[in-house]
């Protein structure tokens, strides 16, 4: 009898690559890679808008909306090369965040 | 906000980096032969061709002012000189941010709200507001001769 219980066996077919185990998550939590596009998203705005702050003493919050935004569109858009990582909705609202970013950005800035 | 100049530019790099944005999703969809591309989506084929109509249209809409523009006179009323085409070029100034807005706005609001009714008082004063704004600077463009 064995001291301990090895864990289920899984469907994660790793000869595909280490990135099922990514895939192996996503399908059994949905909301898995959205969550983690929104990490993404934060630690890139908030530490910019911060790092800004303290070096120049004010910082453009919109700006790195806008950065944070692309970046994560980007990473988004580059998941959907790996089957049944990311869903198309979940790209969409990306890049439909960084649009409505990039309109907040440029229609709010102080250019004079 | 400076003004009627930096209104319209902001709106049409808004323009440019949504359609980029798309564009460049698609079209790495299809350079790495992609399971998923963004291009399946019924929203961005709507877009796509909401994009391709309204071009064509905003297209005659500048082209014709253009045109009214250098075929106008100049001409000495009771009150200095006018040029006759400011009317013209006033609707392009005013239909420029509207043609925008109705291409990039409305993709981000569908996609990110949904087609929800009771979403639609919110967007019908935001849409108010830009509009308002554009037609508030295009007064001032008018009534200044300034677009700063």
């Known amino acids: 009898m064995p001291t301990y219980n090895l864990p289920h066996e899984t469907s994660i077919n790793f000869s595909k690559g280490p990135e099922q185990l990514l895939v192996y998550i996503a399908g059994e939590v949905g909301i898995f890679i959205p969550l983690f596009l929104f990490a993404f998203f934060m630690i890139i705005c908030f530490s910019g808008f911060f790092l800004e702050q303290r070096r120049t003493g004010r910082g453009d919050f919109s700006q790195w909306f806008v950065v944070a935004g692309f970046l994560t569109s980007g990473m988004a858009l580059f998941m959907t090369f790996i089957d049944g990582l990311i869903t198309i909705p979940t790209v969409i609202i990306c890049i439909a965040i960084t649009i409505g970013g990039a309109l907040w950005f440029l229609t709010s800035r102080n250019n004079n | ?148």
């Open chain 2, 1 to 148: 906000m400076g003004g009627v100049k930096n209104f319209i530019i902001s709106f049409v790099l808004v323009a440019v980096f949504s359609m980029s944005l798309i564009t460049f999703g698609i079209q790495t969809g299809i350079d790495n032969n992609s399971n998923l591309s963004i291009a399946d989506d019924p929203r961005i084929q709507s877009f796509n061709s909401s994009l391709y109509s309204t071009s064509q249209r905003y297209d005659g809409e500048v082209n014709g002012s253009g045109s009214a523009f250098y075929n106008s006179p100049p001409t000495t009323g009771s009150e200095g000189l006018q040029i006759l085409s400011i009317p013209s070029i006033v609707k392009t100034l005013i239909t420029t941010p509207l043609t925008i807005y109705q291409l990039t706005f409305g993709f981000v609001i569908d996609t990110i709200f949904g087609s929800n009714p009771i979403f639609d008082v919110i967007f019908t004063m935001l849409g108010g507001l830009v509009v308002g704004i554009g037609l508030l600077y295009s007064w001032k463009l008018v009534r200044s001769g300034s677009p700063d």
